[in-house]
C-alpha cells in the first residue's frame, strides 16, 4: 500500500526553511512507529534536511538529476514511476514521507492519508499543502497520540 504521511497545521503548514515548523516528541515517536519496518519515500530537500537514512526502514530518495549523494542504506531512484513499480513488490508499506513537491506527485497513487493535525497556525511558513489534498478520500479513524495531536487517516474512495 503507498501511504501518504504528513503533519500539518491549521493554516495547512508543513514547513519553514526545509524543515518542520514545530517539535513534538509524540508526533516523533507517532512517525517512527508507524514507519519503522517499511519503506519511506523522499524527494532530495527532505532528505538533506534529514541528513542520514532513518534507521529501520528501506530509505528511497527520488531526485531527477540522480546527482544527490547517497549513503550506504539509502536507495537513489529517478523518478514516481520507479517507486510505483518496486512498490508492488515490497513486502511492507511504501509512506511518502515528503515534501510538498513529492506528495503532489504521488497524489494519483496515494491508497491512504495519514494526517498528524497540528494545533497551531504556522505564520511565517514556506511550504504547505493544498487545501484540497483529501478530495476522493474519506475519513478513516481518529486518535489521540499526546501532545494534544491528533492523528486521522483517511482511505481513497
Known amino acids: 500500500m503507498i501511504i501518504g504521511i504528513v503533519a500539518i497545521a491549521e493554516n495547512y503548514a508543513i514547513g519553514r526553511d526545509g524543515k518542520l515548523p514545530w517539535h513534538y516528541s509524540a508526533d516523533l515517536k507517532f512517525f517512527k512507529h508507524t514507519t519503522v519496518g517499511n519503506a519511506v519515500v523522499m524527494g532530495s530537500n527532505t532528505w538533506r534536511s534529514i541528513g542520514k537514512p532513518l534507521p529501520s526502514r528501506l530509505n528511497i530518495v527520488i531526485s531527477r538529476s540522480r546527482t544527490v549523494e547517497i549513503p550506504a542504506g539509502a536507495v537513489l531512484l529517478g523518478s514516481r514511476d520507479e517507486v510505483v513499480g518496486i512498490a508492488d513488490y515490497l ?67
Request: proline share 3%.
Open 91 to 157: 513486502r511492507c508499506d511504501t509512506y511518502i514521507i515528503g515534501g510538498a513537491k513529492t506528495f503532489a506527485e504521488f497524489a494519483d497513487v496515494i491508497d491512504k492519508w495519514i494526517v498528524t493535525h497540528i494545533p497551531e497556525n504556522v505564520a511565517d511558513a514556506d511550504t504547505f499543502m493544498p487545501s484540497d489534498f483529501l478530495d476522493g478520500f474519506q475519513f478513516n479513524d481518529s486518535r489521540e497520540i499526546g501532545d494534544g495531536l491528533t492523528v486521522k487517516s483517511f482511505l481513497r474512495r
